[in-house]
C-alpha cells in the first residue's frame, strides 16, 4: 500500500482513538462514586446510629461508607445537574473525615477504635487502592468491548475497519496480469468492435511507435450498446490482451449520501491508476455519474453529490498525461443523456458501438457457449442462430444455458435440438402454463386465429417463412404463438414489406371474423404493433401521399431530454387529423387485402385449424401439408 494511504488510515484512526478516549474519561466521571467530607462529630454521630458500614483509619484522614440515606445531599451544582440529565446520578454513600491530632482535645485512637468494635463497623489501617481494578473493568474492557463491535458493524457494512475509516477511497476492484484471462478469442459476434480495439491494445503495449510521429494516445474509449452486447466483456478483453492491470467499477459506488465523497473516490482512483501505469480503467454504466447536467435538475446550475463527482471526472481526464499508458474504458446503453463534455476530444476521444450480433455473430456466440455443453450430432447452430433475430450475446449465453439444464432435466445424454426450441420458446415467450385450462371454444378460437397468421404470412411475397405454429399457453397473456424464421438479416424494409408485415399481424383477427362473425379480445397486441407501423409509415418515413415527405414527432427541450418526460408536438391540430385518418386507411386497405386472401383459403384455414387444435404445436413437414392444404383433401377422399 502506498506512503499516502497508509497515513490517510492513521489519521483517521487516530481521529477515532481520541473519540474513544474522551468517551471514556466522561464515562469514568459520570460513574464515579460521589464523596462527600463530614465533621468529626458527625462521624461518631453515625457510627454510634449504626449508619456506618466501613471505615479506613489513617495518619490524616478517615475514610468510609455510610449506610443508605445516611448522609445528607450536598448542594447541587452544575456537574451534578449534568450527571442527573445524563442518568447518571449515583446514590451519595462515601464521606472522609479529615483528622488533625491535637485539635479536638479528649479524642485519641483507643476511642475511636473502641467506638467502631461497639457498633460492629469494619475498619482497616489503609485506604484500599483500586487502581488495577478501575484500570481494569473501567477501561480495558469496555475499550475491548467498544473496538470489538467498532469492528464488527465495520466490516458488515464497509468491507472492513480501515474502508470504513476512509469514506475517499474508491471502491474499485483491481485485476492484475495473472488474473485476468480474457482475450479476444472469448469475444464473438462484435468483431467491428474488436477491431476498433486491437489498436488501443497496440498503444498499451508498443506506446512509442504511435508517439515517434507526435500523435497522442486517446485518453477514452466510450463503449455503447444495448445491454448485454458483451461491453464489459470486451473492456476485460483488452486488459488481458494488453496484459496490463485492470481497474473496474461501476458508476453508481462513486456516489453515497455524503458530499464530496465521490469526488474523493474518482481522485483516489487516478490516483493509484498512475501508480500502477499502464493500466485501464473501466467504468461500467457510466450514465450513473455522467448525465448532462442541466438535465438532472430541470434548469441549469443545479449542485449536487452526482453532479460534483462528474466535474471531478472531467477534471481528472483532463489533469493526466495519457502518455504514461492509463486508459480510461467506459460502457453505456444510454448515451443520449450523457453530458456533452464528456464526449468531446480529449475525454473520451472514440466512441465504440457494440450493437447485437447478426445471423453470422449469432452462430458464432452460440459455438462459443456451446463449447462447455454435450451437444447432440444432428444440433444446427445456424438453424437457432435464425431463430433469435435481435438476440444480444447474454440472450444466446441464457438459451444455451436454458437448453442445458432441460436436457439435464429430462436426464439425456446430449442437449438436442428440441431442447433448443424449447429454451428459445420460454425466452421468447414464457414458461409453458400447464396450469391455464381453456375452454374448448377458447381453444378453437385460438387455433383460428394463429393459423390466420400462419397463412397470411404464406400468401404475401415479403413475409419471413413459418417456422412453428403452436396453441399452447405461455408466459402472462401469450394463448398461442406463431413463429417466423427469418431467411436473412433485414436493415432496411420497404413500402410493400412494411404492409405485408401489417396483413400478417392482421390475419388472426380477420380469421376469427370470417369463421365466426365477430372478434375476440386476442388480437389486442397485434393491432397494437400494426398501428405503430402503420403510424412510423406515415410520420417517419414518409410513405403517405396526403401527408408528404416532412416528419412529424414530438419535441423535447435540451434541459428535459434524458428525463423522460415528454415535449410538445411539432406539428398542428388539422395535420394530426390528417395522420391519423392516413393511419386508419393503410389499416383499412391491408384489412380488406388480408380478407380476400383467407376468403378463398377459407376451407384450408378451418381444415389447418383442426389439425393444429388435434396436436397443439405443428411444424416441419407437418405445418408445410397444413398450409398446402393437403389436410383438406387428405379429409375429402
Known amino acids: 500500500m502506498r506512503p499516502r494511504l497508509n497515513q490517510r488510515i492513521q489519521f483517521s484512526l487516530a481521529y477515532v482513538l481520541v473519540a474513544a478516549m474522551v468517551l ?55 456537574s451534578d445537574r449534568l450527571r442527573q440529565w445524563l442518568g447518571s446520578d449515583g446514590e451519595l454513600r462515601m464521606f472522609t473525615v479529615t483528622r488533625i491530632p491535637g485539635v479536638i482535645p479528649g479524642i ?70 495473472k488474473e485476468l484471462k480474457t482475450t479476444f478469442a472469448d469475444v464473438a459476434g462484435v ?13 498499451l503495449k508498443n506506446p512509442k511507435k504511435y508517439q515517434r510521429l507526435g500523435g497522442r494516445i486517446p485518453k477514452g474509449v466510450l463503449l455503447v450498446g444495448p445491454p448485454g452486447t458483451g461491453k464489459t466483456l470486451l473492456a476485460r478483453a483488452v486488459a488481458g490482451e494488453a496484459d496490463v ?47 448532462s447536467r442541466a438535465g438532472s435538475t430541470g434548469f441549469i446550475g443545479g449542485h ?15 489533469g493526466f498525461d495519457s502518455s504514461k499508458g492509463v486508459i480510461i474504458m467506459a460502457a453505456t446503453n444510454r448515451p443520449e443523456v450523457l453530458d456533452q463534455a464528456l464526449l468531446r476530444p480529449g475525454r473520451f476521444d472514440r466512441q465504440v458501438v457494440v450493437d447485437k450480433p447478426d445471423l453470422r455473430g449469432r452462430e458464432a456466440i452460440l459455438r462459443l457457449h456451446a463449447r462447455a455443453v454435450v451437444l447432440a450430432p444432428v444440433i444446427d447452430l445456424g438453424v437457432i442462430a435464425a431463430r433469435t433475430p435481435g438476440f444480444a450475446g447474454a440472450d444466446l449465453a441464457n438459451i444455451v444455458n436454458e437448453a442445458a439444464l432441460l436436457a439435464a432435466r429430462k436426464e439425456k445424454n446430449a442437449v438436442e435440438m428440441a431442447d433448443f426450441e424449447e429454451a428459445i420458446d420460454r425466452v421468447v415467450a414464457g414458461l409453458e402454463k400447464k396450469s391455464r385450462v381453456l375452454s374448448e371454444k377458447e381453444r378453437d378460437i385460438v387455433a383460428h386465429h394463429e393459423m390466420g397468421h400462419a397463412l397470411v404470412a404464406t400468401s404475401v411475397a415479403h413475409a419471413d417463412p413459418v ?88 419535441h423535447t427541450p435540451f434541459f428535459l431530454k434524458g428525463t423522460g418526460m415528454g415535449g410538445e408536438r411539432d406539428y398542428s391540430e ?64
Not at 469514568?28 to 471505615?55: G, H, Y
Open 24 to 78: 471514556l474519561l466522561l464515562q469514568s466521571w459520570l460513574q464515579a462514586p460521589r464523596t462527600v467530607e463530614i465533621p468529626m462529630s458527625k462521624f461518631l454521630e453515625l457510627v454510634r446510629s449504626d449508619k456506618i458500614e466501613k471505615v479506613a483509619l489513617t495518619e490524616k484522614e478517615i475514610r468510609g461508607i455510610a449506610k443508605p440515606d445516611a448522609l445528607p445531599s450536598p448542594p447541587s451544582g452544575p
Open 108 to 177: 485519641d485512637e483507643a476511642p475511636v477504635i473502641s467506638e467502631l468494635e461497639r457498633h460492629h463497623v469494619e475498619f482497616t489501617g489503609r485506604i484500599e487502592s483500586t487502581f488495577v481494578r478501575d484500570l481494569f473493568f473501567g477501561w480495558i474492557i469496555p475499550l475491548g468491548v467498544m473496538v470489538g463491535i467498532w469492528m464488527f458493524l465495520m466490516r458488515r457494512v464497509g468491507g472492513g475497519p480501515t474502508q470504513a475509516l476512509s469514506f475517499g477511497r474508491s471502491k474499485h476492484k483491481i485485476f492484475d496480469r
Open 467 to 554: 417456422h412453428k405454429v403452436t396453441i399452447i399457453p405461455r408466459g402472462i397473456a401469450a394463448l398461442g404463438m406463431t413463429y417466423q424464421l427469418p431467411t436473412e438479416e433485414r436493415f432496411l424494409m420497404t413500402r410493400s414489406e412494411l404492409e405485408d408485415r401489417i396483413a400478417v399481424l392482421l390475419g388472426g383477427r380477420v380469421a376469427e371474423e370470417l369463421v365466426y362473425g365477430e372478434v375476440s379480445t386476442g388480437a389486442h397486441n397485434d393491432l397494437e404493433r400494426a398501428s405503430e407501423i402503420a403510424r412510423l409509415m406515415v410520420t417517419k418515413y414518409g410513405m403517405s401521399e396526403r401527408v408528404g415527405l416532412a416528419t412529424f414527432g414530438e
Open 304 to 318: 449536487d453529490e452526482r453532479e460534483q463527482t462528474l466535474n471531478q471526472l472531467l477534471a481528472e481526464m483532463d
Open 574 to 637: 388539422e395535420t394530426a387529423r390528417t395522420i391519423d385518418a392516413e393511419v386508419r386507411a393503410i389499416l383499412e386497405r391491408t384489412h380488406d387485402r388480408v380478407r380476400g386472401m383467407l376468403t378463398t383459403k377459407k376451407a384450408i384455414l378451418v381444415a389447418a385449424a383442426q389439425e393444429l387444435k388435434r396436436t397443439e404445436t405443428l411444424e416441419g413437414e407437418r405445418l408445410r401439408r397444413a398450409l398446402a392444404g393437403e389436410t383438406t383433401m387428405e379429409g375429402a377422399r
Open 191 to 203: 468483431d467491428e468492435a474488436k477491431a476498433e480495439l486491437v489498436e488501443i491494445v497496440d498503444f
Open 245 to 291: 492491470p485492470f481497474f473496474t467499477l461501476s458508476g453508481s459506488e462513486f456516489v453515497e449520501m455524503f458530499v464530496g465523497v465521490g469526488a474523493a473516490r474518482v481522485r483516489d482512483l487516478f490516483e493509484q491508476a498512475k501508480d500502477k501505469a499502464p493500466c485501464i480503467i473501466f467504468i461500467d454504466e457510466l450514465d450513473a455519474i455522467g448525465k
